[in-house]
């Protein structure tokens, strides 16, 4: 009886499992049985493929994938952009010759001073260099140029003298330093400022210059120089050119006062425009001239003393070692450098005295040869002399 029972039972199981069976075992969770798993149900619904939006964390819903470059300004330039002026680079330079890059007044030309023997350089015996720099520094400082005849006069005028270390530690001289001496100067043009500014005073030089400069210039005159950065890349720029000798020669001296000249001063740029006109003058000559065959060529010129031709070989040719005697502004710098009281010996002349003689002038600069213009132009800066009008 109970056997008949278990038989039928297990007769029944059976015809269960064949009606219902039981469901696969899930697969295995892997990208690639995933793809194929769903990828019937997209052929059953006929809806193209989408990536699913990623949920968005908090805080970092503003993070770029790329951080911002910190020097992003570099990148965000303008692409239009006026081209750089190229470093300036290093000349031999000689303290008792022209260092300047003049530009020849007729042609705008560069006439660079004859080549000469190469000046050994005095920072070797002025500075001892020590460490790993030693031979490098030792290397780099055999000849004078343009790059360190300024630090090479700086260090002689303390060696001299300690006396100048403060007035050199507070004064920068430009004029002779590499960006000063890498300036184009046309000497005609240098020549007709110093007649111009004559015993007149600074402002008005100016003034008188800029209306002399426009007698020559008009409204469609406009400069071969890159144009200036604007907003609008086609704008073009109008600046006043420097007239050519040989205009300056054929203007008539009436026209020439009316910039506010007065007779003589018309006479001698008129006269000037001649010789550099004639070639009786020329940026070569001046360029290459020993310094009292320059002083003979200039005074020879009306409207030229030595005073005038003393400032130009200092301040346009750049010659190291100038030295003005006659200089009332020199002199008085001289007198308080010495320590004597400025203010008592200008009261005891009465209008007409000196600070200091030109014999002894030239025996205290003569020890500070052969930078005697840099010398000179510290003292200029004791008595905190205007020199603007020459620079």
């Given at each position: ?216 210039n008009d409204a469609t005159t406009t400069t071969t120089d890159p144009p200036a950065v604007t ?161």
């Amino acid at each position: 009886m109970a056997s008949r029972r278990s038989s039928r039972l297990a007769a029944m199981v059976t015809n269960a499992a064949i009606r219902d069976p039981a469901p696969p075992p899930p697969p295995p969770l892997s990208r690639k049985r995933k793809a194929t798993t769903e990828a019937p149900a997209v052929e059953e619904t006929g809806e193209a493929p989408s990536t699913p939006r990623k949920r968005r964390t908090k805080g970092t819903a503003d993070v770029p994938e790329t951080p911002t470059p910190t020097a992003v300004n570099l990148i965000a330039e303008a692409a239009h952009t006026q081209k750089p002026k190229p470093a300036a680079v290093a000349r031999l330079a000689d303290p008792s010759r022209t260092n300047a890059l003049l530009r020849s007044p007729k042609t705008s030309r560069i006439i660079a001073p004859t080549p000469v023997e190469a000046v050994p350089s005095k920072l070797r015996d002025s500075i001892k260099p020590t460490g790993p720099a030693a031979t490098t520094t030792t290397a780099t400082t055999t000849t004078t140029t343009t790059a360190t005849i300024l630090e090479e006069a700086c260090a002689h005028l303390i060696k001299v003298d300690a006396r100048m270390k403060p007035l050199i530690a507070q004064h920068h001289c430009r004029i002779f330093s590499p960006a000063g001496l890498a300036e184009q100067i046309d000497p005609f043009e240098s020549l007709c400022s110093s007649i111009i500014s004559q015993q007149v005073s600074g402002a008005a030089a100016k003034s008188i210059k800029a209306r002399f400069i426009a007698l020559f210039n008009d409204a469609t005159t406009t400069t071969t120089d890159p144009p200036a950065v604007t907003d609008d890349i086609s704008s073009t720029t109008t600046t006043p050119t420097f007239p050519r000798p040989a205009q300056v020669a054929s203007t008539p001296l009436d026209t020439l006062r009316t910039a506010g000249l007065s007779q003589r001063k018309a006479e001698y740029l008129q006269g000037l425009g001649q010789k550099f006109a004639s070639g009786e003058l020329t940026a070569q000559m001046l360029a290459d001239a020993p310094y009292e065959d320059l002083l003979a060529m200039l005074t020879a010129v009306r409207g030229l003393g030595r005073w005038s031709a003393e400032m130009f070989a200092c301040f346009a040719l750049k010659r190291m070692d100038v030295f003005s005697t006659g200089d009332l502004g020199v002199q008085r710098g001289m007198a308080a450098f010495v320590g004597r009281d400025v203010g008592r010996l200008k009261a005891k002349g009465g209008g007409k005295w000196k600070y200091m003689s030109e014999k002894e002038m030239e025996e205290i600069s003569e020890r500070f040869r052969p930078f005697r213009s840099l010398f000179m132009w510290y003292m200029w800066r004791v008595e905190e002399t205007d020199v603007s009008t020459m620079e």
